[in-house]
């Protein structure tokens, strides 16, 4: 791993990877990652993107999501309220209109029978 950051690999890696480590030390990056874990992790924090920084921006990433879906989830109630009152005032609206409609026919039938 020092070899690589200071640009003394023997295989001329230039970049700090998991797999750059293991390929100058002659191993399976499996190897790395299931025998020598602390390896790994220091080569993931050299990077910038150790698994703890990870964990704690996926952790605030799923709180900020659970808020938003819990802001979301209330308004889906309230339009569904909405709609429901919606329905409701269109039924009696729709109501009243047959009932005129109603009058009105009947009062046109009374005309037309005038004799």
Same mark, same amino acid.
């Given at each position: 791993?020092?070899?690589?950051?200071?640009? @003394?690999?023997?295989? #001329?890696?230039?970049? /700090? $990877?998991?797999?750059?480590? *293991? %390929?100058?030390? #002659?191993?399976?990056? *499996?190897?790395?990652?299931?025998?020598?874990?602390?390896?790994?992790?220091?080569? @993931?924090?050299?990077?910038?993107?150790?698994?703890?920084?990870?964990? =704690? =921006?996926?952790?605030?990433?799923?709180? $900020? +999501?659970?808020?938003?879906?819990?802001?979301?989830?209330?308004? /889906? =109630?309230?339009?569904?309220?909405?709609? *429901?009152?919606?329905?409701?005032?269109?039924?009696? /609206? /729709?109501?009243?209109?047959?009932?005129?409609? *109603?009058? +009105?026919?009947?009062?046109? $039938?009374?005309?037309? %029978?005038?004799?």
């Amino acid at each position: 791993m020092l070899r690589i950051q200071k640009g @003394r690999s023997k295989l #001329g890696e230039k970049k /700090l $990877t998991i797999a750059s480590v *293991a %390929r100058e030390a #002659g191993v399976s990056t *499996a190897l790395i990652h299931n025998h020598y874990p602390r390896i790994a992790e220091d080569i @993931r924090d050299a990077q910038g993107r150790s698994s703890r920084a990870q964990r =704690d =921006d996926k952790h605030h990433e799923l709180i $900020t +999501e659970r808020s938003r879906n819990k802001e979301l989830r209330k308004e /889906l =109630d309230e339009l569904r309220l909405k709609v *429901a009152k919606l329905a409701s005032l269109n039924e009696v /609206l /729709l109501d009243e209109n047959r009932t005129i409609k *109603a009058k +009105e026919h009947r009062s046109v $039938t009374s005309i037309g %029978r005038l004799p």
